[in-house]
Protein backbone atom coordinates (compact mmCIF):
# COMPACT_ATOMS: atom_id res chain seq x y z
CA UNK A 1 0.00 0.00 0.00
CA UNK A 2 1.63 3.27 -1.50
CA UNK A 3 1.43 6.22 0.99
CA UNK A 4 0.63 9.56 -0.05
CA UNK A 5 3.95 11.69 -0.40
CA UNK A 6 3.92 14.99 2.28
CA UNK A 7 4.43 18.10 0.99
CA UNK A 8 7.07 19.95 2.87
CA UNK A 9 7.43 24.07 2.79
CA UNK A 10 10.57 23.56 5.07
CA UNK A 11 13.03 20.84 5.78
CA UNK A 12 13.58 20.01 9.14
CA UNK A 13 15.35 17.61 11.53
CA UNK A 14 11.44 15.94 12.63
CA UNK A 15 10.63 15.86 8.73
CA UNK A 16 13.65 13.37 8.17
CA UNK A 17 12.10 11.29 10.62
CA UNK A 18 8.73 11.37 9.45
CA UNK A 19 10.69 10.70 5.86
CA UNK A 20 11.97 7.54 6.93
CA UNK A 21 8.84 6.30 8.90
CA UNK A 22 6.51 7.01 5.72
CA UNK A 23 9.68 5.00 3.59
CA UNK A 24 10.01 7.96 1.80
CA UNK A 25 13.71 8.60 0.83
CA UNK A 26 15.71 11.40 1.95
CA UNK A 27 17.70 13.22 -1.11
CA UNK A 28 21.17 15.00 0.06
CA UNK A 29 23.64 17.12 -2.10
CA UNK A 30 26.85 18.72 -1.23
CA UNK A 31 26.85 22.90 -1.31
CA UNK A 32 29.70 25.29 -0.76
CA UNK A 33 28.37 28.44 -2.50
CA UNK A 34 24.97 30.84 -3.01
CA UNK A 35 24.73 30.78 -6.83
CA UNK A 36 24.60 26.57 -6.56
CA UNK A 37 22.50 26.38 -2.98
CA UNK A 38 20.05 28.80 -4.70
CA UNK A 39 19.36 25.96 -7.85
CA UNK A 40 19.85 23.20 -5.19
CA UNK A 41 16.54 24.28 -2.94
CA UNK A 42 14.53 25.05 -6.12
CA UNK A 43 15.27 21.90 -7.40
CA UNK A 44 13.47 20.29 -4.47
CA UNK A 45 16.32 18.83 -2.76
CA UNK A 46 15.77 17.70 1.04
CA UNK A 47 19.17 18.78 2.50
CA UNK A 48 21.66 20.28 1.59
CA UNK A 49 25.31 19.66 2.76
CA UNK A 50 27.83 22.14 3.57
CA UNK A 51 30.54 19.51 3.64
CA UNK A 52 34.23 19.82 4.59
CA UNK A 53 34.70 18.56 1.04
CA UNK A 54 34.60 21.72 -0.07
CA UNK A 55 38.37 21.64 1.00
CA UNK A 56 38.76 19.11 -2.14
CA UNK A 57 36.24 20.71 -4.12
CA UNK A 58 36.65 24.56 -3.82
CA UNK A 59 40.31 24.70 -2.59
CA UNK A 60 42.27 22.16 -4.40
CA UNK A 61 43.42 20.33 -1.02
CA UNK A 62 43.96 16.32 -1.41
CA UNK A 63 42.22 15.73 1.97
CA UNK A 64 39.78 17.64 4.01
CA UNK A 65 41.83 17.78 6.70
CA UNK A 66 43.10 21.65 6.08
CA UNK A 67 39.93 23.45 5.48
CA UNK A 68 39.26 25.87 8.71
CA UNK A 69 36.46 26.87 11.13
CA UNK A 70 36.17 29.95 9.74
CA UNK A 71 36.00 28.78 6.08
CA UNK A 72 33.23 26.52 7.20
CA UNK A 73 31.54 28.97 8.20
CA UNK A 74 32.38 31.13 5.42
CA UNK A 75 30.67 28.28 2.83
CA UNK A 76 28.22 27.63 5.04
CA UNK A 77 26.73 31.18 5.40
CA UNK A 78 26.89 31.86 1.54
CA UNK A 79 24.40 28.61 1.40
CA UNK A 80 21.82 29.93 3.90
CA UNK A 81 21.23 32.47 2.58
CA UNK A 82 20.23 31.04 -0.59
CA UNK A 83 17.41 28.69 1.21
CA UNK A 84 13.73 28.26 0.97
CA UNK A 85 13.58 24.69 1.85
CA UNK A 86 15.96 22.53 2.52
CA UNK A 87 17.56 21.72 5.56
CA UNK A 88 21.26 22.38 6.03
CA UNK A 89 24.06 20.54 7.84
CA UNK A 90 27.31 21.81 8.29
CA UNK A 91 30.62 20.01 8.50
CA UNK A 92 32.82 20.43 11.89
CA UNK A 93 36.09 20.68 10.02
CA UNK A 94 39.33 18.42 11.33
CA UNK A 95 40.44 19.63 15.04
CA UNK A 96 37.56 21.68 15.77
CA UNK A 97 35.99 19.09 17.90
CA UNK A 98 38.24 15.88 18.27
CA UNK A 99 40.06 16.62 21.50
CA UNK A 100 37.92 18.30 23.81
CA UNK A 101 34.09 18.32 24.32
CA UNK A 102 34.11 22.18 25.51
CA UNK A 103 35.71 23.25 22.20
CA UNK A 104 33.37 20.88 20.11
CA UNK A 105 30.90 22.86 21.58
CA UNK A 106 32.42 26.23 20.48
CA UNK A 107 33.01 25.09 17.39
CA UNK A 108 29.15 23.75 16.78
CA UNK A 109 27.74 27.31 18.66
CA UNK A 110 30.57 29.39 16.62
CA UNK A 111 28.97 27.74 13.09
CA UNK A 112 25.39 28.33 14.80
CA UNK A 113 25.14 31.55 15.40
CA UNK A 114 27.66 32.86 12.70
CA UNK A 115 26.48 31.60 9.36
CA UNK A 116 22.88 30.88 10.40
CA UNK A 117 23.08 26.71 9.23
CA UNK A 118 20.62 24.61 10.82
CA UNK A 119 22.48 21.92 12.39
CA UNK A 120 25.91 20.34 12.39
CA UNK A 121 27.59 16.92 11.27
CA UNK A 122 30.78 15.59 13.05
CA UNK A 123 32.54 11.95 12.27
CA UNK A 124 33.36 9.42 14.57
CA UNK A 125 31.28 6.51 17.08
CA UNK A 126 32.44 6.32 20.80
CA UNK A 127 35.63 8.35 20.05
CA UNK A 128 33.49 11.38 19.87
CA UNK A 129 30.75 10.67 22.32
CA UNK A 130 30.82 13.41 24.85
CA UNK A 131 31.61 15.97 22.33
CA UNK A 132 28.40 15.07 20.63
CA UNK A 133 26.38 15.07 23.46
CA UNK A 134 27.30 18.81 25.11
CA UNK A 135 26.41 19.91 21.73
CA UNK A 136 23.11 18.02 21.91
CA UNK A 137 23.00 19.10 25.19
CA UNK A 138 23.32 22.98 24.10
CA UNK A 139 20.20 22.04 21.65
CA UNK A 140 22.21 21.60 18.44
CA UNK A 141 21.15 19.06 16.31
CA UNK A 142 24.03 16.51 15.00
CA UNK A 143 24.28 14.13 12.38
CA UNK A 144 26.50 11.53 12.91
CA UNK A 145 28.99 10.26 10.30
CA UNK A 146 30.39 6.32 10.28
CA UNK A 147 32.09 3.98 7.98
CA UNK A 148 34.88 6.03 6.10
CA UNK A 149 35.78 8.83 7.46
CA UNK A 150 37.81 10.78 5.85
CA UNK A 151 39.35 13.16 8.72
CA UNK A 152 40.67 10.07 9.87
CA UNK A 153 42.25 9.18 6.18
CA UNK A 154 46.29 9.18 7.57
CA UNK A 155 44.96 6.80 10.29
CA UNK A 156 43.20 4.61 7.67
CA UNK A 157 45.97 5.21 5.19
CA UNK A 158 43.47 4.55 1.85
CA UNK A 159 39.54 5.64 1.03
CA UNK A 160 38.52 1.90 0.21
CA UNK A 161 35.07 0.37 1.55
CA UNK A 162 34.75 0.23 5.94
CA UNK A 163 33.82 -2.51 8.06
CA UNK A 164 34.14 -5.42 5.72
CA UNK A 165 35.69 -7.77 8.65
CA UNK A 166 32.89 -8.57 11.47
CA UNK A 167 34.79 -6.85 14.33
CA UNK A 168 34.82 -3.33 12.72
CA UNK A 169 30.67 -3.93 11.06
CA UNK A 170 29.84 -4.97 14.88
CA UNK A 171 32.07 -1.70 15.98
CA UNK A 172 29.71 0.18 13.66
CA UNK A 173 26.59 -0.89 14.43
CA UNK A 174 26.95 -0.49 18.46
CA UNK A 175 28.42 3.24 17.06
CA UNK A 176 25.24 4.09 14.97
CA UNK A 177 23.02 2.63 18.33
CA UNK A 178 24.78 4.81 20.30
CA UNK A 179 24.58 7.73 18.10
CA UNK A 180 20.66 7.19 18.00
CA UNK A 181 20.18 6.67 21.72
CA UNK A 182 22.03 10.31 22.80
CA UNK A 183 20.13 11.66 20.41
CA UNK A 184 21.28 12.47 16.77
CA UNK A 185 18.76 13.13 14.62
CA UNK A 186 20.55 11.06 11.29
CA UNK A 187 23.78 9.45 9.90
CA UNK A 188 25.45 9.45 7.48
CA UNK A 189 26.97 6.08 6.16
CA UNK A 190 29.86 6.06 4.20
CA UNK A 191 31.11 3.32 1.94
CA UNK A 192 30.30 0.21 3.36
CA UNK A 193 29.25 -2.77 2.71
CA UNK A 194 25.40 -2.68 1.11
CA UNK A 195 24.04 -5.49 3.25
CA UNK A 196 25.91 -4.00 6.72
CA UNK A 197 24.26 -0.55 5.57
CA UNK A 198 20.71 -1.74 5.45
CA UNK A 199 20.93 -3.69 8.53
CA UNK A 200 21.60 -0.49 10.29
CA UNK A 201 19.38 1.17 9.15
CA UNK A 202 16.63 -1.00 9.70
CA UNK A 203 18.11 -1.27 13.16
CA UNK A 204 17.36 2.64 13.79
CA UNK A 205 14.76 4.72 14.18
CA UNK A 206 16.67 7.89 12.48
CA UNK A 207 17.74 8.42 8.97
CA UNK A 208 20.38 6.21 7.86
CA UNK A 209 21.57 8.29 4.64
CA UNK A 210 24.32 6.83 2.35
CA UNK A 211 27.15 7.08 -0.12
CA UNK A 212 28.17 4.15 -1.48
CA UNK A 213 26.06 2.84 1.08
CA UNK A 214 23.94 0.43 -1.60
CA UNK A 215 19.95 1.44 -1.80
CA UNK A 216 19.11 -0.17 1.51
CA UNK A 217 19.53 2.88 3.68
CA UNK A 218 16.91 5.89 3.95
CA UNK A 219 18.55 8.32 1.65
CA UNK A 220 21.33 9.47 -0.42
CA UNK A 221 24.34 11.96 -0.56
CA UNK A 222 26.42 13.20 -3.35
CA UNK A 223 29.11 15.37 -3.59
CA UNK A 224 27.41 17.97 -6.10
CA UNK A 225 30.43 18.74 -8.43
CA UNK A 226 31.00 15.18 -8.49
CA UNK A 227 26.96 13.85 -9.44
CA UNK A 228 26.84 16.99 -12.54
CA UNK A 229 30.53 15.96 -14.25
CA UNK A 230 32.54 19.29 -13.02
CA UNK A 231 35.12 17.00 -11.73
CA UNK A 232 36.08 14.26 -14.08
CA UNK A 233 39.08 12.84 -12.35
CA UNK A 234 37.02 10.93 -9.63
CA UNK A 235 35.32 8.02 -10.66
CA UNK A 236 34.35 5.66 -7.46
CA UNK A 237 31.98 2.48 -8.08
CA UNK A 238 28.79 4.54 -6.27
CA UNK A 239 28.99 8.07 -8.09
CA UNK A 240 26.45 8.35 -10.79
CA UNK A 241 27.45 11.53 -13.25
CA UNK A 242 24.11 13.05 -14.19
CA UNK A 243 26.09 15.59 -16.19
CA UNK A 244 29.50 16.08 -18.04
CA UNK A 245 29.90 19.84 -17.34
CA UNK A 246 33.48 19.47 -17.27
CA UNK A 247 33.45 19.11 -21.11
CA UNK A 248 30.49 21.09 -21.71
CA UNK A 249 31.79 23.84 -19.84
CA UNK A 250 35.10 23.07 -21.58
CA UNK A 251 33.52 23.76 -24.94
CA UNK A 252 32.10 27.14 -23.93
CA UNK A 253 34.85 28.36 -22.82
CA UNK A 254 36.98 27.55 -25.83
CA UNK A 255 34.16 28.68 -28.13
CA UNK A 256 33.93 32.37 -25.86
CA UNK A 257 38.22 31.98 -26.68
CA UNK A 258 37.83 31.48 -30.35
CA UNK A 259 34.50 34.08 -30.39
CA UNK A 260 36.71 37.16 -29.07
CA UNK A 261 39.78 36.05 -30.36
CA UNK A 262 38.17 36.50 -34.21
CA UNK A 263 36.27 39.63 -33.33
CA UNK A 264 32.91 37.70 -33.56
CA UNK A 265 32.01 38.64 -29.98
CA UNK A 266 30.37 40.94 -29.19
CA UNK A 267 28.10 41.67 -31.93
CA UNK A 268 26.33 44.65 -33.06
CA UNK A 269 23.29 43.70 -31.09
CA UNK A 270 25.40 43.04 -27.91
CA UNK A 271 26.93 46.48 -27.65
CA UNK A 272 25.61 49.75 -27.18
Not at 2 to 25: C, P
Not at 61 to 68: A, C, K, N, Q
Request: glycine share 8%; net charge neutral; proline share 3%.
Amino acid sequence: MSVAKKQYKRITVKSLVEMKANGEKISMLTAYDYTMAKILDSAGLDVLLVGDSASNVMAGHETTLPITLDQMIYHASSVVRAIERCLVVVDLPFGSYQSDPKEALRSAIRIMKESGGHSIKLEGGREVKESIKRILNAGIPVMGHLGLTPQSIYKFGTYTVRAKEEEEAEKLMDDALMLERIGCFAIVLEKVPAKLAKEVADALTIPVIGIGAGNGVDGQVLVTHDMIGMTHEFNPRFLRRYLDLYADMTSAFQKYVTDVKNKDFPSDKEQY
